[in-house]
């Protein structure tokens, strides 16, 4: 394994796919190798990588490895077309919430309808490029979202995330984490608390694992804790970021965020979202018209092969919610701050792209 | 190790305390054999045995316990008293947050006070009588809570609890599980929400356990779907137990009790409290006075053996949280339901005892 020393949540070296298996973190840091597309999608069905931005920059260099299959049979157009056509359906089919990977696999096949006539070989370098740039871009977006949010952060502050918004979600940086560390950039002293983020325990895992990693002060605590730690005056806002919203504002995010926003309204605390336009989906006109994904019982039953409910237990574990636009006091893009984001305010945000 | 066909909280056999270890359900069940009030003590404290009632009741027996130690060693009254004062002692520190075990304690050196002069005998018989009595009356108010709770639980009712108030958190039947029991035994129909309640997990291991046991229909979730499920309407009401309850009516449970209540307050979903008046401090005034136990960090960063988070981490682990009375919409007792309690109502309910 070809292992670089900064740890990317994905790479591409010497015409594989190489994808940090985010299941085994924090304790071991192995890279999926990938260099068939079913290979890709399984490892975003599988939650090896996760995350909206990373698993659609992760579904587009799917799209790459797809053609690069084909051009190691040396095999013709017709059968490249196909072929792509059958990945990007594979590929999308993988999780049904985050919008990012359908956005990243229409921007591939724009490309590719846009590049007809091209040798096999061009063009499954042009789908790498393409994969590279969205990946690129990405991690730019967050920089960006990172210096927009800088402003809604107080010196001081006592910052609560879910689950794991950064950069291991991301092309890096994070959405959420992102605007935490361009805070700390500017010099600002910030407390985190993170929410173990039940059943995957992405907070454990990934954002505590990002903190240390940063220096960044912080707490970890259980779901269960967040009303008790608003009502002690602990948390002067929270941060999260996005799984899909909707042109009303109304956003999809891992389960547990509306119950935060919630709470978080009744305590008189900001809710934030951090996410990039591609995380927003004009098509959709609000949450409720979100599809969440359910997934399977052992996430909650089971830790690795440890079974800790009865056998026979019916089980309840959608991935995400909705929580609508009301409660998120302001929502942050790479392309400016939105605040009580509303149907006209986001067509306004994508008529300035 | 001679195991009862019933699965019992605890019992008395042979002069040993028959304590089950409730950390291993629901995949093994065994009984820790204690001879010594140590061992007692240690069983609170780790939390083999928990639920508010049932550690009252385990304290009692800890001092029937204490008494036969010094019975067997031929000793004085005054190594018994002596004895006695610090088993108390000892068994009182264990737990920090729970009344009951203060209520039991007390209880005991009631009997004590009482029943000077008895031969070493006759004290060790007496008190292993008293807290068989403690334990018989915690089974009656629970039955009585039950009856008492089933007039507020409507036919088809889907109902959502917290942690484990049932037949092991107390003598028997349970207080929240208990009302459950009886409103399915008046042959209405009943769903059950369980969140898995981290960080131990007493949902899925206990309230999952017992409500497969009595083939009453319960649907497993983690403690982030509880905002979700309510605002999907999938939520009649909420019943759990209690810890602590000061005289306005103020309640500490298991943390994440808070979380629900404000959830169920902005969703127009009653929450009720079921407890027996042995959890219910007339002695304090409101719940900013109730010392809410903080536990391990391992109970967050760990299944077992098995690291969750990354080394260096820092936690906060509080096992309560303090519900306010105006969040509560009713208190069930074994004396009847309090709408609404408070102080007056709560003198009044101790007057008619």
Redesign the interface.
């Known amino acids: 394994m070809n292992q670089p020393e900064r740890l990317y949540t994905l790479y591409w070296k010497d015409g594989r796919l190489y994808i940090l298996d985010q299941r085994l973190l924090?304790?071991r840091v192995e890279y999926l190798s990938c260099t068939r597309y079913r290979e890709v999608a399984d490892a975003i069905r599988e939650m090896a990588v996760r995350g909206a931005p990373a698993i659609g920059i992760t579904a587009a260099f799917g799209m790459a490895v797809a053609a690069y299959e084909v051009l190691a049979e040396e095999n013709t157009q017709a059968r490249l077309r196909s072929y792509l056509a059958e990945a990007s359906r594979e590929l999308f089919k993988a999780r049904p919430t985050a919008v990012n990977l359908a956005w990243a696999l229409e921007r591939i096949e724009k490309w590719l309808s846009e590049n007809e006539g091209l040798s096999l070989k061009d063009i499954a370098a042009g789908l790498l490029r393409e994969a590279e740039a969205i990946y690129r871009e990405d991690l730019e977006n967050n920089r960006m979202i990172g210096i927009n949010g800088c402003a809604l952060i107080p010196d001081r502050a006592s910052v609560l995330t879910h689950c794991n918004a950064g950069a291991l979600a991301t092309g890096g940086y994070g959405t959420a984490l992102g605007v935490i560390r361009a805070s700390v950039a500017e010099g600002k002293k910030v407390h985190v608390?993170?929410d173990?983020?039940?059943?995957l325990?992405q907070g454990?895992?990934l954002t505590?694992?990002e903190?240390?990693h940063d220096d960044i002060?912080?707490?970890?605590?259980?779901?269960?804790?967040?009303?008790?730690?608003m009502?002690q005056g602990k948390i002067d806002l929270i941060v999260v970021g996005a799984d899909h919203i909707a042109r009303n504002g109304d956003t999809a995010n891992?389960?547990?965020t509306?119950?935060l926003?919630?709470?978080a309204?009744?305590h008189n605390i900001p809710l934030y979202v951090a996410a990039p336009l591609s995380t927003i989906d004009l098509a959709l006109p609000a949450g409720e018209d979100i599809i969440i994904e359910e997934r399977k019982?052992e996430e909650?039953?089971c830790?690795?092969n440890?079974?800790?409910?009865?056998d026979?237990?019916?089980?309840?574990?959608?991935a995400f919610?909705?929580t609508p636009a009301k409660l998120i006091k302001a929502l942050i893009t790479e392309k400016g701050v939105i605040y009580n984001p509303d149907q006209e305010k986001l067509y306004k945000l994508f008529a300035k792209v």
Chains 1, 2 share one sequence.
């Open positions: 924090p304790h608390y993170i173990e983020t039940r059943p325990l454990s895992r505590a694992f903190m240390l002060p912080a707490t970890l605590v259980t779901d269960n804790c967040a009303g008790s730690l009502k891992k389960i547990g509306y119950s926003a919630v709470l309204a009744s019982p909650v039953t830790f690795g440890q079974a800790v409910a009865p026979g237990i019916e089980v309840y574990n959608p919610d909705v």
